[in-house]
């Protein structure tokens, strides 16, 4: 088992990683009050039961898979839930699942009572390796992606290794997508072991703790996103812009960010970059039109009046933030997808 402490002062936690950690979730959080357990139709009931049984008080509330959960009815359907259980502000919510159930979970714990204890046990390689550390919880509106929302951290996150055994290879592959992007913008090393590597399930741990480590040192330098955070968002900004114009359900969300790299990165690190995301299995060819996409970007938390905060890979390892025009982005990206 691998510990990160994610240092915050008083608001510091630890993401615990391993094989067969979810029996032994009583050991890193606090189950000894009633505790909410949010999952989704899509992951194995036995993972959340799993937790209930370590529990004294519990309830398991199971919204249904797939990103039309992070939404406002969602939400209040939670909400209505967690009153219903008589929860008061000492009580926890612990979220089982992938990335929807960790952005609606822990933004109901920001929101319920303003504010209560959360732990996150991802499922999914996406919310191991990104969703899941980092505090960002949000439900979408519409089709614009995560604009309700809340800096909130968890109190915990166990990632169980062995809940990946069941996640479809689709699933693995856009969790890998995240992966690389952190690898693209903070650490070539890894980057390096991607391009030697398969992504077998004896990487998976290797992986995720080398992702957590970058999202980590990220966040405690700036857990609101004021400047270094946003290199996280490489990729976004296309990808969030595609994910919308699919109805934020063709394409998986990594799946987008894959394709939303391609355009923001130089030649030569696209070059490098294309070969691992087909061995991840991960699409490089973007079959619509693109410009239906590029108008929901105008949307998007990241586009301000004097342009789009963009993040930029030159050198793998290494990313920019630079402010570019509406027209200028949109001409990156038909250079690739045209
Ligand atoms: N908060 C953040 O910092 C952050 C970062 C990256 C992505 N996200 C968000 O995460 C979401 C995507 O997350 P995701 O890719 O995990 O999707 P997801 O939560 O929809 O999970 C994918 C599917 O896998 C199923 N599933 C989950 N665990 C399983 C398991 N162990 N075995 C079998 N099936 C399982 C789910 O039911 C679902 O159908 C997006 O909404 C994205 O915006 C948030
Ligand atoms: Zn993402």
Redesign the pocket.
């Known amino acids: 088992m691998t510990s990160i402490k994610v240092n915050l002062g008083e608001r510091e936690y630890a993401v615990h990683i391993g094989k067969g950690l979810l029996g032994d979730a009583d050991k890193f959080f606090n189950l000894k009050r009633k505790v909410f357990i949010l999952t989704?139709?899509?992951?194995?009931c036995e993972?959340a039961k799993a937790v209930a049984k370590l529990c004294e008080s519990s309830v398991i509330y199971t919204v249904n898979?797939?990103?039309g959960s992070?939404s406002i009815s969602a939400l209040e359907n939670v909400l209505k839930a967690m009153m219903s259980f008589e929860m008061s502000r000492k009580d926890a919510l612990v979220c089982v699942?992938?990335?929807?159930?960790?952005?609606l979970g822990?933004f109901a714990a920001s929101v319920y009572m303003r504010g209560i204890e959360f732990y996150n046990v991802?499922?999914?390689?996406?919310?191991a390796v990104?969703?899941s550390?980092?505090g960002?919880?949000?439900v979408?509106l519409g089709n614009t992606?995560?604009i309700v929302g809340a800096f909130y951290q968890p109190r915990g996150v166990i990632i169980d290794t062995d809940?990946?055994?069941?996640?479809?290879k689709r699933?693995i592959s856009?969790?890998i997508a995240?992966a690389i992007k952190m690898s693209l913008t903070s650490d070539k090393a890894l980057f390096e072991f991607f391009e030697k590597n398969d992504f077998s399930e004896d990487s998976y741990e290797k992986i995720i703790t080398e992702a957590v480590k970058i999202k980590k040192a990220v966040v405690e330098k700036d857990e609101k996103e004021s400047g270094l955070r946003k290199i996280?968002n490489f990729g976004h900004t296309l990808g969030h812009g595609i994910e919308a114009d699919g109805g934020l359900s063709e394409l998986?969300?990594?799946e987008c960010v894959a394709l939303g790299m391609l355009p923001v990165c130089s030649d030569a690190v696209r070059e490098r970059l294309i070969p691992i995301l087909k061995k991840a299995s991960l699409p490089t060819e973007y079959k619509k039109n693109i410009d239906s996409a590029l108008t929901y970007i105008v949307h998007d938390k990241k586009a301000t009046c004097d342009g789009i905060d963009t993040v930029i890979v030159n050198e793998i390892g290494n990313a920019e933030i630079r402010k570019i025009g509406f027209s200028d982005f949109s001409m990156l990206v038909k250079k690739i997808f045209s």
């Open positions: 989704d139709s899509g992951v194995p993972y898979e797939g990103e992070k699942g992938g990335g929807v159930v960790g952005d822990g991802p499922t999914t390689l996406l919310a990104d969703s550390v980092g960002k919880t949000a979408n992606k995560n809940t990946l055994k069941t996640l479809p699933h856009a969790g995240e996280l998986y969300h990594g």
